[in-house]
């Protein structure tokens, strides 16, 4: 049977990218002209599936932009992961974790009922919180390590030991792993770190925030992020993606930038790899 | 303005009770009659809501049982907090954080558009992942320090220097307060470190979870997370109270469990304040 990370590598190698694009639809945000329309998100959402699918090897979905508009939220964010291809990984982007019992609920929400291809997982409440996830095991799961924010330098940064947090956090859930489906979120704004969190996780998939409006370097990230066949690394990219152009225009204007930014990463896969 | 400690406070007070029902209703685990009917877990939260609220001070409900039934268990959501009467308090266990601007969605999707009069929030993102929910100035927020389940001692008991991580997360979140708003998570399972986070927290209201089916100690947590005027907790059961009877007598069980545990819990106060 194939792993997570064994279909990962599969689609990354066939589609030439490791890029994914971040589908955390705003609607103030949307082209005038979507704003006003029942079903603007999603029909935003598809145009914008339409113009990059052949540049990118997954979409992410941030639950908190579909959470903000109620049940309606719920209803776009089920039918946009519908429309995205079976070829294309899709990454619910969640967050979540909770004691044993309840995280059950919510592997079965994302993984299962959703049918998300992988999920993000807050660590704070440790192995039986994050457990349930894995046990979907041809699902990813992709546990916080280091995050793109500025917040990231009130815990992760804490000296346990010698150690960080976050290295510890990674030391720690690797031992958890059961089915090659565990990945870690490392933001690309702190990419010094990221070769400290490579060096620590071996051939482990990486989620990668932070690029594009965060300000994160691709060159960093895939030089020091990638696993020595260049990839093992997921580059997200949102904002500077799906609002290139406020006018009719925003698929096209959202596929050059898709382009562009597949063009720089692979770049530099082929210079340090 | 009151605030929401003051609010709270008052509740309490009026209520002569510290008791948080917590409304994670399980399909599975509801009484055979009603798992066969289309609003039966609307029904079933009504039933347990009208025979226990004027036994407690808030409800907590957490939203993994609703998210797992899609965007009907959304709907279900919503039209539950909309049952509960506005003299009590209704506490969104969501246990969000994401990047700034994402929290911003988390806070407006559960503290104004479901209309929550408080969330739980984890650290691990740190501070402006915390922030977008306290500017909501009448909520509560209530951070995760220390949990309940077994996984907490896999980071949250990790030494930082000579404190903790979770006495870490005490002392700095604390210093993120802004309008007298913030509390903490604090398991009833790790009764011996409920006095530690009461010491570094102040007056500062605990969300005490633990009780009932995961097995803490009521006159531990009364003696040990109460402040010294005997209040400054809520202590939530949710499954034993739940699921107290099988049959078709389940609300009246509820209530029966409620009253006692009420009882016990005011009779440690009584006998500690």
């Given at each position: 049977?194939?792993?997570?990370?064994?279909?990962?590598?599969?689609?990354?190698?066939?589609?030439?990218?490791?890029?994914c694009?971040?589908?955390?639809?705003?609607?103030?945000?949307?082209?005038?002209?979507?704003r006003?329309?029942?079903?603007?998100?999603?029909?935003?959402?598809?145009?914008?599936?339409?113009?990059?699918?052949?540049?990118?090897?997954?979409?992410?979905?941030?639950?908190?932009?579909?959470?903000?508009?109620?049940?309606?939220?719920w209803?776009?964010?089920?039918?946009t992961?519908?429309?995205?291809?079976?070829?294309?990984?899709?990454?619910?982007?969640?967050?979540?974790?909770?004691?044993?019992?309840?995280?059950?609920?919510?592997?079965?929400?994302?993984?299962?009922?959703?049918?998300?291809?992988a999920?993000?997982?807050?660590?704070?409440?440790?192995?039986?919180?994050?457990?349930?996830?894995?046990?979907y095991?041809?699902?990813?799961?992709?546990?916080?390590?280091?995050?793109?924010?500025?917040?990231?330098?009130?815990?992760?940064?804490?000296?346990?030991?010698?150690?960080?947090?976050?290295?510890?956090?990674?030391?720690?859930?690797?031992?958890?792993?059961?089915?090659?489906?565990?990945g870690?979120?490392?933001?690309?704004?702190k990419?010094?770190?990221?070769?400290?969190?490579?060096?620590?996780?071996?051939?482990?998939?990486?989620?990668?925030?932070?690029?594009?409006?965060?300000?994160?370097?691709?060159e960093?990230?895939?030089?020091?992020?990638?696993?020595?066949?260049?990839?093992?690394?997921?580059?997200?990219?949102?904002?500077?993606?799906?609002?290139?152009?406020?006018?009719?225009?925003?698929?096209?204007?959202?596929?050059?930038?898709?382009?562009?930014?597949?063009?720089?990463?692979?770049?530099?896969?082929?210079?340090?790899?």
């Amino acid at each position: 049977m194939t792993t997570y990370a064994e279909r990962l590598a599969r689609i990354q190698n066939r589609s030439r990218s490791l890029l994914c694009v971040g589908l955390d639809t705003d609607a103030e945000k949307m082209p005038m002209h979507l704003r006003a329309r029942p079903n603007g998100i999603l029909e935003f959402n598809k145009r914008i599936i339409d113009a990059t699918k052949d540049l990118v090897s997954a979409y992410k979905i941030n639950f908190a932009f579909y959470e903000s508009l109620g049940k309606k939220g719920w209803d776009i964010l089920e039918r946009t992961v519908a429309m995205v291809p079976s070829t294309i990984i899709t990454i619910g982007d969640a967050k979540r974790g909770d004691i044993g019992n309840t995280s059950t609920q919510y592997a079965k929400a994302v993984l299962k009922d959703l049918g998300f291809d992988a999920v993000t997982v807050a660590p704070y409440m440790g192995k039986d919180s994050v457990q349930p996830f894995l046990e979907y095991h041809d699902k990813g799961v992709y546990v916080l390590a280091l995050t793109s924010n500025k917040g990231a330098f009130d815990f992760q940064y804490q000296k346990i030991g010698k150690r960080r947090l976050f290295e510890e956090v990674v030391r720690t859930v690797k031992g958890w792993a059961l089915h090659d489906n565990l990945g870690f979120v490392v933001g690309a704004t702190k990419s010094e770190d990221i070769r400290t969190v490579r060096r620590l996780a071996g051939d482990l998939p990486f989620l990668v925030p932070g690029i594009g409006a965060q300000g994160g370097s691709v060159e960093e990230v895939v030089r020091y992020g990638c696993t020595k066949e260049g990839a093992g690394v997921l580059i997200n990219a949102s904002r500077s993606i799906l609002y290139a152009s406020p006018g009719k225009d925003f698929a096209a204007a959202a596929r050059s930038e898709a382009v562009k930014l597949n063009n720089e990463i692979n770049f530099f896969r082929d210079k340090y790899f």
